[in-house]
């Protein structure tokens, strides 16, 4: 019995003495969050995760955070968060909207989180970040005035606990002659708005049958020049890259399709749209088009995903003129898996552009490449796009993997296309941009692609 006692104690004792010099040890490698956590929440967490927006919790004090440190370690090592879904392994790397962490980032997260999340010291916490308010733009600082035109979508009232709803109104756009625009922002019209509105499209219904005769936009576009401009939070706005602009004609309209989920409360919002004009006088050289390029080759009926299977569908669209891949945005619903967007180029030579591998029905992400990496492609290029629709039960989303599906409009019927903005431009044009990135390019040392 005293043995025991004494072994014990003494045990305790050894073990008491060896803890010091590896707490040290602990501690000195272990990120705490006032000093290295609570930069990384700031910048890429908190434009969701605070009052009064879309996230269910705020991250912006550690009372706030403690208790989620485990679900947090575990969406961060996913990479669920913050909901960035491009491969990394695959295709151009670079974007100007990029919200992902970068590895480094990730790994100080899960550190912190897998060894107690301690807090540090206090005297470590970064000061408050001032997120600006609902009522002022983004961009009038930097065009020096609010927007040229302000377009409202007619009010909606969500009401607190209702089911998610698509709202589809139809805007007048108040012009007289054709403009060029420079820039463009989107937003719900209050901070409560914000809570309501996951994300917003409007498309631009003109007259553009010239357009589509000269190959400037993809023939699939049924209802006009398509989409002029999407929003979901995070989004700061559009500007246009330089000498660049979208052309708003005469008896333009806006179609919204706003997608609106509960808030908790009855609350009452707008969308607005915000369009920055170049002046007068000053018109770009190249004018981008946002175009809908199927990915369903024979048309939408062609779309067929048996029960219980992984389909692939795929459909190819040739450029008949030189131009510069802006962006691009996948579009499915429950069943989409994953979505690539690849250029064929004239001499057989295959590149992935983009490759969405874990898209979620949840956040219509729309990625823009950064300004060096915009993939410029030559006239007769073919892009092939590939979607992969998963109807299996390990589908979390799926409503009913026994269920043959089809193309339509309700969620649980499907979709497979990808908006792409493509500036347009001559092969003279074309071959003086190529020329100048590469010297841009060969200057920086950045360069991985
Ligand atoms: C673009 C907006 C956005 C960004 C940026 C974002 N989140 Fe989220 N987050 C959400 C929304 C909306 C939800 C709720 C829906 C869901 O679970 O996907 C969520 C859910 C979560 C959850 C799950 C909460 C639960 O109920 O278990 C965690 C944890 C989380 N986010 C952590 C983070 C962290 C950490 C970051 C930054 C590194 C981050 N998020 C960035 C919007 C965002």
Same mark, same amino acid.
């Given at each position: 019995?005293?043995?025991?006692?004494?072994?014990?104690?003494?045990?305790?004792?050894?073990? *008491?003495?060896?803890?010091?010099?590896?707490?040290?040890?602990?501690?000195?490698?272990?990120?705490?969050?006032?000093?290295?956590?609570?930069?990384?929440?700031?910048?890429?967490?908190?434009?969701?995760?605070?009052?009064?927006?879309?996230?269910? !919790?705020?991250? %912006?004090?550690?009372?706030?955070?403690?208790?989620?440190?485990?679900?947090?370690?575990?969406?961060?090592?996913?990479?669920?968060?913050?909901?960035?879904?491009?491969?990394?392994?695959?295709?151009?790397?670079?974007?100007?909207?990029?919200?992902?962490?970068? %590895?480094?980032?990730? &790994?100080?997260?899960?550190?912190?989180?897998?060894?107690?999340?301690? %807090?540090?010291?206090? #005297?470590?916490?970064?000061?408050?970040?001032?997120?600006?308010?609902?009522?002022?733009?983004?961009?009038? #600082?930097?065009?020096?005035?609010?927007?040229?035109?302000?377009?409202?979508?007619?009010?909606?009232?969500? #009401?607190?606990?209702? !089911?998610?709803?698509?709202?589809?109104?139809?805007?007048?756009?108040?012009?007289?002659?054709?403009?060029?625009?420079?820039?463009?922002?989107?937003?719900?019209?209050?901070?409560?708005?914000?809570?309501?509105?996951?994300?917003?499209?409007?498309?631009? !219904?003109?007259?553009?049958?010239?357009?589509?005769?000269?190959?400037? $936009?993809?023939?699939?576009?049924?209802?006009?020049?398509?989409? *002029?401009?999407?929003?979901?939070?995070?989004?700061?706005?559009?500007?246009?890259?330089?000498?660049?602009?979208?052309?708003?004609?005469?008896?333009?309209?806006?179609?919204? &399709?706003?997608?609106?989920?509960?808030?908790?409360?009855?609350?009452?919002?707008?969308?607005?749209?915000? $369009?920055?004009?170049?002046?007068?006088?000053?018109?770009?050289?190249?004018?981008?088009?946002?175009?809908?390029?199927?990915?369903? %080759?024979?048309?939408?009926?062609?779309?067929?995903?048996?029960?219980?299977?992984?389909?692939?569908?795929?459909?190819?669209?040739?450029?008949?003129?030189?131009?510069?891949?802006?962006? *691009?945005?996948?579009?499915?619903?429950?069943?989409?898996?994953?979505?690539?967007?690849?250029?064929?180029?004239?001499?057989?030579? !295959?590149?992935?552009?983009?490759?969405?591998?874990?898209?979620?029905?949840?956040?219509?992400?729309?990625?823009?490449?950064? &300004?060096?990496?915009?993939?410029?492609?030559?006239?007769?290029? $073919?892009?092939?796009?590939?979607?992969?629709?998963?109807?299996?039960?390990?589908?979390?989303?799926?409503?009913?993997?026994?269920?043959?599906?089809?193309?339509?409009?309700?969620?649980?019927?499907?979709?497979?296309?990808?908006?792409?903005?493509?500036?347009?431009?001559?092969?003279? &044009?074309?071959?003086?941009?190529?020329?100048?990135?590469?010297?841009?390019?060969?200057?920086?040392?950045?360069?991985?692609?």
């Amino acid at each position: 019995m005293t043995h025991r006692i004494v072994g014990r104690l003494l045990m305790g004792a050894l073990g *008491f003495m060896a803890l010091p010099a590896t707490l040290s040890a602990q501690t000195a490698a272990v990120p705490t969050f006032t000093k290295d956590v609570a930069p990384i929440f700031q910048n890429k967490c908190e434009s969701c995760h605070r009052p009064d927006s879309i996230a269910p !919790m705020s991250l %912006q004090t550690y009372r706030e955070v403690r208790p989620w440190a485990r679900s947090i370690r575990d969406r961060v090592a996913s990479r669920n968060m913050p909901p960035w879904h491009v491969d990394p392994a695959v295709g151009i790397q670079h974007y100007q909207n990029d919200r992902s962490l970068s %590895q480094k980032e990730l &790994d100080t997260i899960v550190r912190w989180a897998s060894n107690g999340a301690p %807090q540090g010291d206090p #005297k470590d916490m970064p000061p408050a970040v001032k997120w600006t308010e609902a009522n002022g733009w983004n961009y009038e #600082k930097k065009f020096g005035g609010p927007p040229d035109i302000i377009v409202r979508s007619p009010k909606y009232r969500q #009401k607190g606990g209702a !089911m998610d709803a698509w709202y589809k109104p139809i805007s007048e756009v108040p012009l007289t002659e054709a403009r060029w625009v420079r820039a463009i922002e989107m937003r719900p019209g209050t901070i409560k708005g914000r809570k309501i509105t996951h994300h917003a499209l409007a498309y631009l !219904m003109q007259d553009e049958r010239e357009a589509i005769k000269q190959g400037l $936009i993809s023939a699939d576009n049924d209802s006009g020049a398509g989409l *002029f401009m999407e929003w979901a939070v995070n989004k700061e706005g559009e500007i246009m890259r330089p000498n660049t602009g979208k052309l708003l004609m005469p008896g333009a309209r806006f179609r919204w &399709d706003i997608h609106y989920s509960d808030g908790g409360e009855d609350i009452e919002d707008v969308v607005e749209m915000g $369009i920055y004009l170049y002046p007068k006088g000053q018109e770009p050289k190249y004018r981008t088009m946002l175009s809908l390029y199927s990915g369903i %080759q024979g048309g939408n009926r062609a779309l067929d995903i048996a029960p219980n299977t992984v389909s692939v569908t795929q459909n190819f669209h040739v450029m008949r003129r030189a131009g510069r891949v802006e962006n *691009f945005q996948p579009h499915m619903h429950l069943r989409g898996k994953a979505q690539m967007v690849e250029a064929i180029l004239p001499n057989g030579q !295959m590149q992935v552009l983009g490759h969405v591998n874990r898209f979620e029905f949840n956040w219509m992400n729309n990625y823009v490449f950064a &300004d060096d990496y915009a993939p410029l492609l030559p006239k007769g290029t $073919i892009l092939r796009i590939t979607s992969w629709h998963d109807n299996t039960a390990a589908n979390k989303n799926n409503p009913d993997p026994n269920q043959w599906v089809g193309w339509g409009d309700r969620t649980v019927d499907e979709m497979a296309h990808i908006w792409i903005n493509i500036t347009y431009m001559g092969d003279e &044009d074309f071959d003086r941009e190529v020329e100048a990135r590469k010297q841009k390019l060969a200057a920086t040392t950045d360069r991985q692609q």
